[in-house]
């Protein structure tokens, strides 16, 4: 069966792609009233359905994986055409050029596909260490071919689609691949991050795509059209992942990293052809009746993120509400979480982590003890968990503002949660005559080899992958029957993200669109961190009173979670962005 063009006639206006409510919710406590959105947030409606549901940081992508949903599409075959189109419209955060994590869950078995970029095999530890030996600028590193990691989204796309798939392969990629050809309007938010950035122009291919003859950003409402990229797509449907992998595509990709006039870097073709996606065990830990489940390493963002909710279990979340009280847990719990991340997980090929410690619920429950209702800890310091074969000292990466998050329910219960990313915005800041731009996911490899002696666990090797924050998420209830999908972008925050998303839904019991809008707050073992221009801004006194340093900072969150209710799925995009949660 092939997907009709219904998306792309009703691409003008996209009031046509709202999610009204075709269900109503059914939660155990009734919804909190949505709070007054902050400058710069679009008020949204939860959206329900009655048969599948996605929930995508963009409309016209959320609208491609509702049309393949309506097809008879699976999950997967719906994340894929939501992860192209999101490459096209929020070029920025994801795409072809970029890495993935995907969570799957099958109504009995939850799988994980590990799609993280990897570094060329010629990568020494000293990548990122200028000619004194001391670490190099994050943009000076960035910008160029020196940051790019090995690709890994086609991949894992094809991976999936063959254990998971029902529709053809040709028929889940014709829809972006058709949108490349005819063109979309250039939203306000990308023209404004358009306008924002400073390195893209500077690259050739990218400032004939994105940029005027002047160098303004094209203007909102501009159709911006890519042939190349529709070219590259439909290759990849004739010929499958090899055709990216392999062939002109690949030389392509090679070309563009090591031509680079000024900061070159040394990927080769052998380096794409050997790629390879790992398919990794669940990490899975109980956080009251239900299951938590996501990525183990090497994400960092599933450990910490039970590591915070087993500290916040021993607490009566639900009493507490939101407010300072529950930012106090939620910070404390960040700093033990954050301690223990920097310390012991890296690319479990290269360093033994130590999951099995991290998450056992005896020295889980001792870090708990570690908090003082009253009082700040201030940093926290790593634990000592059972089960260690050996660790090396770690240190913290970049962050991935370019990022983003899908969460999708098809109509037989099967689910994907998959965070997808190019690391920074706009990755490298290079284009592929291919039509899409590559990653900077090196920079999120250690910068500093080497600390007090000792070798960093997250240093730069030949063939490893950069630890991530990225935290895909599936819940199960008591009965290990499908809960909730969630996710966030938002580099290392994505694991406070998180955190807050399942106690919004799991203890507070919201709607999973006033959860996506909740003030964002935690600590990442450092300040105590609230979102700025929201009410959480006026925690900050009460906070101080018990020790905190408090920072206000912009939180740009884009938690997308869907929650299965009796009447059918709700679900929530976060405001901060310009996704929705819509259905069938």
């Known amino acids: ?49 009655t048969q599948d549901m996605v929930a995508a940081a963009n409309p016209l992508a959320a609208q491609a994986g509702r049309e393949i949903l309506a097809a008879g599409g699976s999950a997967v075959d719906a994340a894929v055409a939501v992860q192209l189109v999101l490459n096209l419209v929020e070029p920025q955060s994801s795409g072809i050029g970029g890495g993935a994590f995907l969570v799957f869950w099958d109504g009995t078995t939850m799988t994980t596909l590990d799609g993280r970029e990897k570094a060329p095999a010629a990568a020494t530890p000293e990548r990122f260490l200028g000619p004194d030996g001391k670490p190099m600028k994050f943009y000076d590193a960035v910008v160029g071919g020196r940051s790019v990691g090995v690709p890994g989204t086609v991949r894992l796309l094809e991976t999936a689609h063959r254990n998971w798939g029902k529709l053809p392969w040709k028929d889940v990629i014709e829809p972006a691949a058709r949108l490349a050809e005819n063109g979309f309007a250039i939203s ?83 380096d794409l052809a050997n790629y390879k996606v790992e398919e990794r065990a669940a990490l899975c830990g109980p956080y009251r009746s239900y299951k938590i489940c996501g990525m183990g390493p090497p994400s960092s963002g599933q450990v910490a993120v039970q590591q ?69 800890m201030g940093k926290a310091q790593p634990g000592d968990p059972p089960f260690q074969k050996t660790f090396r000292w770690g240190a913290s990466e970049g962050i991935e503002f370019g990022t983003s998050h899908i969460s999708i329910v098809d ?13 920074d915005g706009f990755g490298a800041r290079i284009m592929t005559r291919s039509g899409f731009l590559l990653n900077n996911e090196l920079t999120d490899f250690s910068f500093t080899p080497v ?83 929201t009410e959480a801004e006026a925690w900050k006194p009460a906070l101080e009173a018990k020790g905190h340093e408090v920072r206000l900072i912009p939180q740009t969150s884009g938690i997308h979670a869907i929650v299965v209710t009796p009447s059918g799925l709700v679900g929530g995009a976060d405001s901060r962005r310009e996704g929705v949660a819509i259905g069938n």
Do not use: C
């Open 1 to 49: 069966m092939k997907v009709q063009g219904i998306l792309w006639r009703s691409l003008v206006g996209l009031g046509f792609l709202s999610a009204a409510p075709l269900v109503a919710p059914a939660f155990s406590q009734p919804a909190a009233p949505a709070p007054e959105a902050p400058t710069g947030r679009t008020a949204k409606s939860a959206g329900s359905a």
């Open 188 to 270: 306000p938010r990308l023209n404004g991050l358009l306008t924002q950035e400073k390195y893209l122009q500077n690259d050739p291919v990218a400032r004939a795509y994105f940029y005027e003859a002047d160098g303004t950003p094209k203007a909102v409402g501009t159709i911006l059209r890519n042939p190349a990229f529709a070219r590259t797509l439909r290759t990849i449907a004739e010929k499958g992942a090899d055709a990216f992998y392999t062939g002109e595509i690949a030389q392509d990709i090679v070309a563009t990293v090591t031509g680079h006039a000024t900061n070159p870097g040394d990927m080769t073709l052998d």
């Open 308 to 376: 915070i909710m087993a500290t916040l279990e021993t607490q009566d979340m639900a009493a507490l509400k939101l407010g300072p009280e529950a930012a106090h847990w939620m910070a404390e719990a960040g700093r033990l979480a954050f301690a223990d991340r920097a310390l012991y997980i890296a690319d479990p090929a290269f360093v033994s982590v130590p999951v099995k410690g991290l998450t056992d619920p005896g020295y889980l429950k001792s870090r708990a003890a570690l908090v003082d209702p009253n009082r700040s």
């Open 411 to 423: 109509r037989n219960g099967n689910a994907v949660s998959m965070t997808t990313t190019i690391e």
């Open 451 to 533: 600390e007090d002696g000792k070798p960093v666990a997250n240093r730069v090797e030949g063939g490893k992958r950069p630890r991530s924050s990225m935290a895909p998420t599936i819940v199960l209830d008591g009965n290990d029957k499908l809960y909730a999908v969630v996710g966030s972008p938002g580099g290392s925050l994505i694991i406070n993200y998180v955190a807050k998303a399942l106690v919004g839904l799991l203890d507070w019991k919201l709607d999973p669109q006033v959860v996506a809008d909740l003030p964002n707050f935690g600590s990442r073992n450092g300040p105590t961190e609230l979102e700025a221009g």
